[in-house]
């Protein structure tokens, strides 16, 4: 198993045109959820992934099993409820293809996840654990989401931690950013996006954000930065990855579509390898987030979340198509 990732699985209901959502005659139905759309980027793109999380035992999150399963993500972690219904999330799109939402999750099933419902059979199965911060919200699943982590350290995984912040569903700025804050020291990949980055290290500053940063624990710190590409920092290695070109119609779900490249990058370059070894060779981490960033870009000329996620052969065409400066002796690992 490449990748095992943690966290909310929810219905996105995705315009049918931008605007603000008063303005919106109807809706798709759309699988979404950051954790689950990085659990099928992987599966897409050739890789293994399974989704540890809980979902409500109702119609749609039927549904979202279907999905993970037709995606060939591994659901033996999946937890269906009677608790709670699955979650709700409107996407309304303004003039860039830029997302906001409206969250209905009153709890929804996702919140509910306990510590003793985490498979750690398939915990231990894979090279790398993924995790967000929507299920460190609520008190119940933020303990299973921080024992999850903790055990994947414990059991010698890789630990990648995609803030993804969800601001107006905290109870408060303060209570969130502390929260965040408190669980960098368990991962050893960060990602935000530069909003996030200022708001976790109080500076728009992309070096000293990315110090301030790393000095919880991460190994590395990648910053998204959207059309111009990928900001990262080792404690050897700093850098920017331009991106592609592409004409935006939906940014959902580039950040997830972005780790998700990246994750099974990784651990294809890990067989074998360290983690330290592959992020040491400025080149090679270079290479990943080229990849990454090819996969974040092609997501946003697409419509919603899962639906949007490129395949292997889809990514291989576009870097080639795109710029064609791939290094042809080794392109890809797989
Ligand atoms: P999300 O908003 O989904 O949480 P994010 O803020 O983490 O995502 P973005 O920066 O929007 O992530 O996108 C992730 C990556 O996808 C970027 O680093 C970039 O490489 C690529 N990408 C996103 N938008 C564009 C774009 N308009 N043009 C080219 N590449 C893009």
């Not at 939402?101 to 090279?127: H, K, Q, T, W």
């Not at 983690?275 to 090679?284: K, L, S």
Request: proline share 4%; aromatic share 8%.
């Amino acid at each position: 198993m490449d990748v095992v990732s943690l966290g909310e699985m929810l219905i996105d209901f995705v315009p049918d045109r931008r605007g603000s959502l008063d303005e919106v005659e109807s809706f798709r139905k759309s699988p979404g959820g950051a954790p689950a759309n990085v659990a099928v980027a992987v599966t897409r793109l050739g890789g293994k992934a399974a989704f540890l999380g809980k979902i409500g035992l109702d119609p749609f999150g039927r549904y979202l099993v279907e999905v993970l399963e037709r995606e060939g993500v591994d659901t033996r972690g999946v937890v269906l409820t009677e608790e709670a219904k699955t979650g709700l999330a409107f996407v309304a799109l303004d003039e860039s293809g830029d997302r906001s939402f409206l969250f209905y999750r009153d709890p929804s099933a996702d919140m509910l996840l306990r510590e003793c419902e985490i498979n750690e059979e398939v915990l231990r199965e894979g090279l790398v654990f993924h995790f967000g911060s929507v299920t460190q919200i609520h008190p119940e699943s933020r303990l299973a989401t921080l024992m999850a982590a903790k055990r994947a350290r414990e059991f010698g995984k890789i630990v990648s931690f995609d803030v993804n912040l969800r601001l107006h569903l905290w109870p408060g700025k303060e209570e969130a950013l502390e929260q965040i804050q408190r669980s960098l020291p368990l991962c050893d990949i960060l990602k935000v996006s530069e909003e996030e980055m200022e708001l976790l290290a109080g500076t728009d500053d992309l070096m000293k954000g990315a110090e301030a940063l790393r000095a919880y624990g991460p190994r590395l710190v990648l910053i998204t930065l959207g059309e111009r590409g990928t900001y990262y920092q080792t404690a050897d290695l700093t850098g920017r990855v331009p991106s592609f070109r592409v004409k935006p119609v939906d940014t959902t779900g580039a950040g997830d579509a972005f780790a998700g490249g990246f994750l099974l990058q990784m651990c294809d370059r890990m067989r074998g390898r360290s983690f330290d070894q592959v992020i040491g060779f400025e080149e090679e981490l270079r290479e990943v987030i080229r990849y990454a960033n090819a996969v974040g870009a092609f997501t946003v000329t697409r419509h919603g979340a899962i639906p949007a996620l490129p395949t292997k052969a889809e990514v291989f065409e576009f870097m080639y198509a795109g710029r064609g400066k791939i290094n042809k002796n080794n392109p890809f690992p797989r």
